[in-house]
């Protein structure tokens, strides 16, 4: 998912795995959902075959951790790390909520990974 903020292009990426855990000698693979945002800061032509190259730079990464007790939810685990990785990014609020209207307007059935679901640009009132 891409949000531009104060004509700065952000990129939002979703992953998921497992981690293993223990706990008073039990042990299980914790289900994991990982947000990733990264800042584009330059855009290169490759003179091989013209496709346009992002270069971004890591701002913050959020994770949430499913509890060995519940049902894994993608969903879910979308929302909780993408609100970690906002709180560490240090947007303000209406930068968050820019990036949260994106967030519930992404285009359905398109993978949320891909960093060319939804462009928005900068709520009124947003300082540049």
Not at 20 to 40: L, N
Not at 70 to 96: I, M
């Amino acid at each position: 998912m891409k949000v531009t903020i104060n004509n700065i292009a952000y990129v939002f990426r979703w992953d998921y795995g497992e981690k293993p855990r223990e706990h008073a000698g039990e042990t299980w693979d914790a289900r994991m959902s990982y947000c990733d945002v990264t800042k584009i800061i330059n855009t290169v032509i490759q003179s091989s075959d013209g496709k346009k190259v992002e270069i971004e730079d890591v701002v913050a990464f959020g994770n949430a951790e499913c509890s060995r007790h519940d049902n894994f939810c993608k969903e879910t685990g979308r929302k909780v790390s993408l609100a970690n990785a906002l709180k560490k990014a240090g947007f303000t609020q209406p930068e968050r909520k820019l990036v949260w209207d994106a967030y519930f307007n992404r285009a359905p059935g398109k993978d949320p990974r891909s960093s060319k679901n939804v462009e928005t640009t900068k709520p009124q009132g947003v300082n540049a």
